[in-house]
């Protein structure tokens, strides 16, 4: 009878141990995304203070000048309520948001990212860094930014 609760023990400590391994690997891509998120904030309050500038377009990357993957955009959530979003008035301005399909593709701690499309074309793209108030608006038909700017 002690062999069999000693083997039941075994097995449950075994499995606590693999569920507990889960969870920290999911901690861990978001912390990584969260640093990812800091350092791009870092070199660009960097280059700001180095160009004596304010935020200007050097502060969108390339990789934000491109359209998201057809796997992101099946991957992302439709957004709940426009108005949880302090992005979504600027963003107003330069897109009409009732005649686009909105996907939220990146919503984390450190930064936003949603996809504007229309006829299943991704016309723009906003990324809001939460930390600093980073507003980008990018028009991916250009490859280019339509605004750059802190909003609060």
Not at 17 to 42: I, Y
Not at 100 to 120: C, M, N, Q, S
């Amino acid at each position: 009878m002690n062999w069999k609760l000693f083997v039941l023990l075994l097995i449950t400590l075994v499995v606590l141990v693999a569920c507990s391994e889960d969870d920290q690997t999911e901690d861990t891509n978001v912390t990584a995304e969260d640093q990812e998120t800091e350092t791009e904030q870092k070199t660009n309050s960097s280059n700001e203070s180095n160009s004596g500038e304010s935020i200007t377009e050097e502060s969108v990357d390339q990789a934000e000048l491109q359209p998201v993957t057809e796997v992101e955009i099946t991957e992302a959530s439709e957004p709940r309520d426009l108005e949880e979003y302090i992005e979504m008035d600027r963003v107003m301005k330069d897109v009409d948001v009732d005649s686009h399909a909105l996907h939220v593709v990146t919503d984390h701690p450190g930064k936003r990212v949603i996809i504007y499309t229309k006829d299943e074309e991704q016309l723009y793209k906003s990324v809001y860094v939460k930390r600093n108030a980073l507003f980008k608006l990018i028009d991916l038909q250009k490859s280019k930014p339509v605004a750059v700017e802190e909003i609060q």
